[in-house]
């Protein structure tokens, strides 16, 4: 018997228990300190009124023999799946019913599509970069090359960037995690066209596109032509609905998209009928409640909230003279750390003169190195108050 010993080239994930035990530490040494967490990737408010009616009213079905409903299809339930599509059309993207997959969140998704691909393709990922798109791959064996963010390109990579050859499946997300930063259409546009160019396949994680306010912005890779020849997007109710406990989120691969005579829409179907059993009924009528008139105004109100605390921070940022990349279009503001300090230091030096805790760059590869994330997920209360401590300690 041999273990898969691929898991023994995957870099430790030590970064939120380190930071769990440096926050103990300190507590520990100073009991009364008031800490507050901006490092938090979890949302906080609850879910809209419209989504919570929707459960109830479905567990109420699950419960009655006429209502009742047992194992949901392997793409989701059509009520769903035709939300999606709406919503989708409401930014003026179509898609096909047998485009759309539903899915118990993004996380799985992201790190189980690689099933479909061979173990011998290269993935390219961005740096800094969400660690799920990394450590899945390296568990299937597959070489990883990056494409560096910085200021110069202001955390936006391009394929001009890409180090290390060339790549047969690019990761992109966008808004970001954990720069906050959002592809402009040309960008994702030179990216779709590279694809395009080399057959490579974009996995997109759109995980954080109910953020974008501006819509000149793409919300969806299938706004940019050329797309469905090339790319898959995975979608998650999380940050856009509170979903983080609910657990739903969709991918899409269009049916037309095919390589090496295999179409990837049929390969996937064949992975998730094997290993996947859907979405619970009542999650999936709550997830159906998102996309209703009433639904989408509620969670768009808690998603005001989070941008009103994310601009709280890039504010203060501005004031202060750092630079930043988001918190615009994203709860992620990617702040370079003052006076040259490292991520590391960064965090030692905020949290035991401003008590305000975090996330090191650094912990999210080398290129993240002299930075620091922070998130607008907190309450409004905490974020304004660790703004408050930052500008007091940085303007000295
Ligand atoms: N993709 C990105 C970029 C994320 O930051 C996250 C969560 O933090 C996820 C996916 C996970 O989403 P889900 O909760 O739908 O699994």
């Not at 273990?3 to 009364?32: C, G, T």
């Not at 601009?311 to 930043?324: N, P």
């Not at 990349?325 to 990617?334: E, F, L, N, Q, V």
Request: glycine share 10%; proline share 6%.
């Amino acid at each position: 018997m041999k273990v898969n010993e691929n898991f023994s080239k995957m870099p430790q994930s030590y970064l939120f228990a380190e930071v769990a035990n440096r926050v103990k530490k300190y507590k520990e040494a100073h009991p009364d300190a008031s800490i507050i967490r901006l490092g938090i990737g979890d949302v906080t408010l609850p879910l809209a009124p419209a989504v919570v009616q929707a459960a109830k009213r479905a567990a109420d079905e699950m419960g009655a023999a006429e209502t009742f409903r047992g194992y949901p299809p392997y793409e989701g339930w059509e009520f769903l799946i035709e939300a999606i599509r709406g919503y989708y059309a409401s930014f003026g993207v179509m898609l096909n019913y047998g485009d759309i997959f539903v899915s118990d969140g993004a996380k799985s998704d992201a790190g189980d599509l690689p099933d479909i691909f061979s173990a011998d393709n290269t993935v390219l990922v961005p740096d800094p970069v969400y660690p799920v798109y990394v450590d899945s791959n390296i568990m299937g064996g597959r070489r990883i090359i990056y494409a560096r963010g910085c200021r110069e390109n202001n955390f936006l990579p391009t394929p001009a960037d890409i180090e290390g050859g060339e790549p047969d499946i690019i990761y992109i997300c966008s808004p970001n995690n954990p720069t906050g930063a959002v592809m402009t259409r040309e960008i994702l546009k030179e990216w779709v066209d590279y694809a395009n160019k080399l057959g490579a396949v974009i996995i997109f994680d759109a995980a954080y596109e109910a953020f974008i306010s501006d819509p000149s912005l793409p919300r969806s890779i299938f706004e940019i032509p050329g797309a469905r020849e090339c790319a898959i997007e995975i979608g998650s109710l999380s940050k856009t609905a509170g979903f983080t406990g609910m657990r739903c989120g969709y991918t899409v691969i269009p049916e037309e998209l095919e390589r090496g005579g295999y179409s990837l829409n049929k390969l996937w179907m064949r992975r998730q009928s094997t290993k996947f059993n859907g979405v619970s009924y009542v999650v999936q009528r709550a997830a159906e409640a998102v996309f209703s008139p009433e639904g989408l105004l509620q969670c768009k109100k808690n998603i005001d909230y989070y941008r009103g605390n994310a601009k709280i921070i890039a504010e203060t940022l501005d004031r202060l003279g750092i630079y930043y990349t988001g918190g615009k279009h994203s709860p992620y503001i990617w702040m370079q750390c003052p006076n040259g300090l490292g991520s590391w230091e960064f965090f030692d030096y905020l949290l035991e003169n401003a008590g305000v805790v975090g996330t090191p760059g650094a912990g999210f590869g080398s290129a993240g190195e002299g930075y620091f994330r922070l998130t607008a997920f907190g309450s409004r209360e905490d974020t304004a108050e660790a703004a408050r401590r930052m500008e007091k300690l940085l303007s000295r």
